[in-house]
Each structure stands twice: as structure tokens, then as C-alpha cells.
């Protein structure tokens, strides 16, 4: 019997990886398989313990998604053992994978992530990290019972203009009982031309912050009576709560989902706030 060391076979599996990348790479591409993780590196998480972006020139089609890698060896590492490094529930949001009956796939920021009995998970903001990290063994638990139903839901669809792009982008994502959510990313207090609107003056930053979550209800076909739960970030809690007739008329009416946070600091030194939404299309 022939028999050959387990160098020499991941070689092989390594050399027929490839080949068949080469073989199947066109057909692939023409069926538009969506970019993974926005083209980081999943095995740069765990050989160097931190992000990284990955280039075109060490990509690979696995499971309808392109990965994409900083080097040749993190492909080939990837190819040998595609379980090992890829991210869980397909690189999707490891919260929202977890979000018990509204639970749904939604986009990730690849530098907002964890490794926990040598699996990465992927979340969509740091903040959602932080959630997650307190309660990471019930949300693991739950989204692996739970993704072999949201694994066939639809992607999420990125929500654009007149919505400002952003990162996370806004995005609607699927529930499985056939309504939408709508997850408004942060909206800071700057006009479409992306100039800062009302310096020093919270009521105009209310404002303008307003009319851009409008912008996204509006382009998702959603509207404020839509919107289920807030989260302001503001430099100076008391104030904000003064305008109670521009949130509701922006937020929606006064609920315990409506949630504001003391934020010491912002992005541009003159922003006052910034708000996320949710909202539910049905």
C-alpha cells in the first residue's frame, strides 16, 4: 500500500484547491458571489491576531463567497482547512444571528470581532461587540441553534442615497416571518454635501440628524411610525432631552426603547450627537 505523510497530502489538497479555483474561477465570478467580510483576511485573526486587509491577488471562491488574503500562504492555509479560519455563520453578524425570534443576517465590521474556543465571530459595530462579549456563551448558543433557518434567508441590502453611506452601512435585513428590518446606522449632523450643520447648537444638530434618519426611512419606504427602538450618543444628555417635540416628531413618540447615551467622544469635535434606528417593514 502506498502511503504518503500529511505534509504531502494538504500539498496536494492545496495544488487541487488551486486548480480548481483556475477552473471554476469564471463561471463563479459570473455568478456574482458576494465579497466576504469586505476582502479581510480571515486567517490573518489567528496567525497574527489582528485584522487585515486582503487583496485580489490571493482570492478564493468557497461556499458562493469570495475570500480574499493578505498572502499566498494565508490562501493556501484557508484552501487546506476552509472550517479552521473561516468566520462563523458564513461572516455574517454573530448578534443578529442570535437575536432569538427576529434573528437575521446583517453586514460586519471586520474590526469588531473575537475568537472563542478557537472559532471567530464577527459583529457589526464595536459597540455591538461590547453586547456581545457579555453574554458571548448564550449567543453562541443560540445563533448555532438557530442559523440552519437563517442561513437560507436573503443577504442584506444596503440602503443608499438619499440615505448617507456609512460604515456599517444601512441596511435592511430579512425576519423569518417575512417582515424587514431597517437598521439605521449612525446619522450624524451633516447636510447632503457632507458639511457639518448647527456648530454648538443642539436643536439644529437635532434637526439635521433628524432629516437624515428620515432620509433612510424614506429610501427604504419605511416611516417614523416605523420605528421600534433608538440609541442617541450626545455630548450632553440633559440638553438633548429639552427638545422633547423634535424627537418625537424625528424618533418617534417617548418609549423604553428609546435609549441615550452620555458620549464624551465623536468623530468630528463638532458633532453634538449622533442616533441609530431601528425600524420594522412589513
Not at 487583496?55 to 499566498?72: D, L
Not at 475568537?115 to 459595530?125: E, F, M, P
Not at 464595536?126 to 456581545?132: C, F, I, K, S, T
Not at 417582515?179 to 443642539?202: C, F, H, K, Y
Request: aromatic letters at 8%; a neutral charge; hydrophobic letters at 40%.
Amino acid at each position: 500500500m502506498c502511503r504518503i505523510s500529511a505534509r504531502t497530502f494538504n500539498r496536494r489538497v492545496v495544488l487541487i484547491g488551486l486548480f480548481l479555483v483556475a477552473l471554476l474561477g469564471s463561471t463563479a465570478r459570473g455568478d456574482e458571489p458576494r465579497l466576504s467580510i469586505s476582502g479581510y483576511d480571515p486567517v490573518a485573526y489567528f496567525t497574527l491576531g489582528r485584522p487585515l486587509q486582503g487583496t485580489a491577488e490571493f482570492e478564493y471562491v468557497w461556499r458562493r463567497s469570495r475570500w480574499r488574503f493578505a498572502t499566498g500562504e494565508h490562501r493556501d492555509l484557508f484552501i487546506t482547512n476552509p472550517h479552521r479560519y473561516a468566520p462563523q455563520y458564513d461572516g455574517y453578524c454573530a448578534l443578529g444571528a442570535a437575536d432569538r425570534a427576529d434573528a437575521h443576517k446583517d453586514t460586519v465590521d471586520p474590526e469588531s470581532w473575537a475568537i472563542v474556543d478557537g472559532k471567530l465571530y464577527l459583529v457589526r459595530t464595536r459597540e455591538a461587540l461590547a453586547r456581545w462579549r457579555e453574554r458571548a456563551e448564550e449567543y453562541i448558543r443560540q445563533a448555532d441553534s438557530d442559523w440552519g433557518v437563517v442561513a437560507d434567508l436573503p443577504d442584506p441590502v444596503i440602503v443608499r442615497s438619499p440615505c448617507a453611506a456609512s460604515s456599517p452601512p444601512t441596511n435592511t435585513v430579512a425576519l423569518r416571518d417575512g417582515r424587514r428590518l431597517l437598521m439605521i446606522a449612525t446619522q450624524v449632523p451633516r447636510d447632503e454635501a457632507g458639511n457639518v450643520v448647527g456648530r454648538g447648537d443642539m436643536r439644529a444638530q437635532i434637526e439635521q440628524v433628524g432629516k437624515n434618519v428620515g432620509a433612510c426611512l424614506d429610501a427604504a419606504g419605511a416611516t417614523v411610525d416605523d420605528i421600534v427602538s433608538t440609541t442617541s450618543f450626545v455630548a450632553a444628555p440633559a440638553e438633548f432631552d429639552r427638545y422633547a417635540d423634535l424627537l418625537r416628531r424625528y424618533l418617534g413618540p417617548p418609549s423604553p426603547e428609546r435609549k441615550t447615551v452620555r458620549a464624551s467622544q465623536f468623530s468630528s469635535p463638532d458633532f453634538l450627537l449622533g442616533v441609530e434606528a431601528v425600524a420594522v417593514i412589513k
